[in-house]
């Protein structure tokens, strides 16, 4: 019996040793409609990490099957950028095309974005692509992507938006936010 005693502490300890370190948790998060809100604190600068994250499901031509994928807004290292990240291949940067579509708005397709290298996520960070993809979410209830690839066929997601202008403010709350290009006149 004093055996199965030491084993019992042994695991509790093996357990405590477990304990996940709420940088990269989700403890405190909050919720705006569809949306997950981070309040995690970076434990270097002591100040707030932004993030915000809303999931729906992805399907690409290659996949029998839908699966969950993840749009979120981040201020990351100081600059605002927006992530798509999905459970399988998208395609690479020098021949993927992207485009969206906010609810029954017109669509933009050869959207300035990129593939980060050997991961399935897709980051829209270019000050005039980020400005209008931004300036058309607030108030917008779905956002359809596509994303064309010559090695990984076709991608498309839908993402429920009920809640983003929670998400917005708390993401960029302290980040510079990229202007919408002047338009031009002739």
């Given at each position: 019996m004093?055996?199965?005693?030491?084993?019992?502490?042994?695991?509790?300890?093996?357990l405590?040793?477990?304990?996940?370190?709420?940088?990269?948790?989700?403890?405190?998060?909050?919720?705006?409609?569809?949306?997950?809100?981070?309040h995690?604190?970076?434990?270097?600068?002591?100040?707030?990490?932004?993030?915000?994250?809303?999931?729906?499901?992805?399907?690409?031509?290659?996949?029998?099957?839908?699966?969950?994928?993840?749009?979120?807004?981040t201020?990351?290292d100081?600059?605002?950028?927006?992530?798509?990240?999905?459970?399988?291949?998208?395609?690479?940067?020098?021949?993927?095309?992207?485009?969206?579509?906010?609810?029954d708005?017109?669509?933009?397709?050869?959207?300035?974005?990129?593939?980060?290298?050997?991961?399935?996520?897709?980051?829209?960070?270019?000050?005039?692509?980020?400005?209008?993809f931004?300036?058309?979410?607030?108030?917008?209830?779905?956002?359809?992507?596509?994303?064309?690839?010559?090695?990984?066929g076709?991608?498309?997601?839908?993402?429920?938006?009920?809640?983003?202008?929670?998400?917005?403010?708390a993401?960029?709350?302290?980040?510079?936010?990229?202007?919408?290009?002047?338009?031009?006149?002739s």
């Amino acid at each position: 019996m004093r055996g199965m005693a030491w084993i019992g502490v042994i695991f509790a300890g093996l357990l405590g040793g477990c304990v996940r370190d709420p940088y990269v948790g989700a403890e405190g998060d909050t919720r705006s409609a569809e949306w997950y809100i981070a309040h995690q604190v970076d434990r270097v600068t002591g100040t707030e990490l932004p993030s915000a994250a809303v999931h729906g499901w992805g399907s690409n031509s290659y996949v029998d099957f839908p699966k969950i994928s993840q749009f979120q807004l981040t201020c990351f290292d100081g600059h605002p950028l927006v992530r798509f990240a999905f459970a399988f291949k998208i395609g690479n940067d020098r021949e993927s095309v992207f485009g969206y579509r906010f609810d029954d708005r017109p669509g933009h397709a050869g959207v300035e974005a990129r593939v980060v290298k050997g991961q399935p996520m897709l980051v829209l960070e270019e000050p005039a692509a980020l400005a209008t993809f931004l300036s058309e979410l607030p108030g917008s209830r779905k956002l359809y992507i596509r994303i064309r690839s010559l090695i990984a066929g076709r991608t498309s997601a839908e993402y429920p938006l009920e809640g983003s202008e929670a998400a917005i403010k708390a993401a960029f709350a302290n980040c510079p936010m990229p202007a919408l290009p002047a338009k031009r006149t002739s």
